[in-house]
């Protein structure tokens, strides 16, 4: 049996939701809401110490960490979602750690300050530090703390656009070369920038496609799979949508540098 918990609208579970899908597994899940700091509570940091979803629980064995959670469904499950081929699954595991690395945290800094940041708006600090008094990562714990009593920090989110847009440039390079992003074959670097595709729409940052030919076709093909569909967060587990008025604020800079017209 495989017991995932996660929360539906985390990106780290998305892309293991689409790994699940894409390989036709079954699966159970069992819901950490983060908005109500519930990966905090001891029970479920005795399962993962880190305090982060998703963590896999798969007969009684526990598997953290996304990547390796995909990695480790891929080679217990057919079929393969992997290259046979040395360069190309060099190919796929530098994408993985990219996305980790780079998209992942690009992603959050925008989530956090259009989307997350409404369930603070009203919160006393110390309302706040009961909830994240355990928090095993300082950073992120910092992070929460600087949403409370203060405003989007419009420079913050500027600069997650900037680095969405080199990022969406690489992509374009890498499919001008590649029918997916790490072979001609579909494989875990296209399944963990679904998470990529799903959350730049959220955001309304679809101007960062334009002008990139081989992403957009990369989209059409990405959108249409069943695992895509199959691994969206459902509408009533959805972070609030981002104000209209902070778009509003947010068009305007990025009309000042260029980024949209």
């Given at each position: 049996m495989l017991w995932?918990y996660?929360?539906?609208d985390s990106?780290m579970?998305?892309?293991v939701?689409?790994c699940?899908?894409?390989?036709?597994?079954?699966?159970?899940?069992?819901?950490v809401v983060?908005?109500?700091f519930e990966?905090?509570?001891?029970?479920?940091?005795?399962?993962?110490?880190?305090?982060?979803?998703?963590?896999?629980?798969?007969?009684g064995?526990?598997?953290?960490?996304?990547?390796?959670?995909?990695?480790?469904?891929?080679?217990t499950?057919?079929?393969?979602l992997?290259?046979?081929?040395?360069m190309?699954?060099?190919?796929?595991?530098?994408?993985?750690?990219?996305?980790?690395?780079?998209?992942?945290?690009?992603?959050r800094?925008?989530?956090f300050?259009?989307?997350?940041?409404q369930?603070?708006?009203?919160?006393?600090?110390?309302?706040?530090?009961?909830?994240i008094?355990?928090?095993?990562?300082?950073?992120?714990?910092a992070a929460f703390?600087?949403?409370?009593?203060?405003?989007?920090?419009?420079?913050?989110?500027?600069?997650?656009?900037q680095q969405?847009?080199?990022?969406?440039e690489?992509?374009?390079?890498?499919?001008?070369?590649h029918?997916?992003?790490?072979?001609?074959?579909?494989?875990?670097?296209?399944?963990?920038?679904m998470?990529?595709?799903?959350?730049?729409?959220?955001?309304k940052?679809?101007?960062?496609?334009?002008g990139?030919?081989?992403?957009?076709d990369w989209?059409t093909?990405?959108?249409?799979?069943p695992?895509y569909?199959?691994?969206?967060?459902?509408?009533?587990?959805?972070?609030?949508?981002p104000?209209?008025?902070d778009?509003?604020?947010?068009?305007?800079?990025?009309?000042?540098?260029?980024?949209?017209?």
């Amino acid at each position: 049996m495989l017991w995932l918990y996660q929360d539906w609208d985390s990106l780290m579970s998305f892309k293991v939701r689409a790994c699940l899908a894409a390989k036709g597994l079954s699966w159970q899940s069992q819901r950490v809401v983060l908005r109500d700091f519930e990966h905090l509570h001891p029970d479920y940091l005795a399962l993962n110490p880190a305090g982060v979803v998703p963590t896999l629980v798969h007969n009684g064995q526990v598997i953290r960490e996304s990547s390796i959670i995909n990695e480790y469904l891929d080679e217990t499950f057919i079929p393969s979602l992997v290259p046979s081929q040395p360069m190309a699954r060099a190919n796929m595991r530098m994408w993985c750690k990219y996305f980790d690395d780079v998209i992942h945290p690009t992603l959050r800094v925008a989530s956090f300050q259009l989307m997350i940041r409404q369930r603070f708006t009203n919160m006393t600090p110390e309302a706040l530090e009961t909830l994240i008094a355990s928090h095993p990562q300082p950073a992120r714990a910092a992070a929460f703390r600087n949403l409370v009593g203060t405003c989007v920090d419009y420079q913050a989110v500027l600069a997650s656009v900037q680095q969405l847009v080199a990022i969406v440039e690489l992509m374009e390079q890498r499919l001008t070369q590649h029918t997916w992003l790490a072979d001609e074959t579909f494989t875990l670097a296209d399944i963990s920038t679904m998470a990529l595709a799903d959350r730049v729409s959220r955001l309304k940052f679809d101007f960062i496609w334009q002008g990139k030919p081989q992403v957009q076709d990369w989209l059409t093909r990405i959108r249409t799979h069943p695992a895509y569909k199959q691994a969206m967060c459902p509408p009533e587990y959805r972070m609030p949508s981002p104000k209209a008025e902070d778009l509003e604020q947010l068009g305007r800079l990025l009309k000042q540098q260029g980024l949209q017209e």
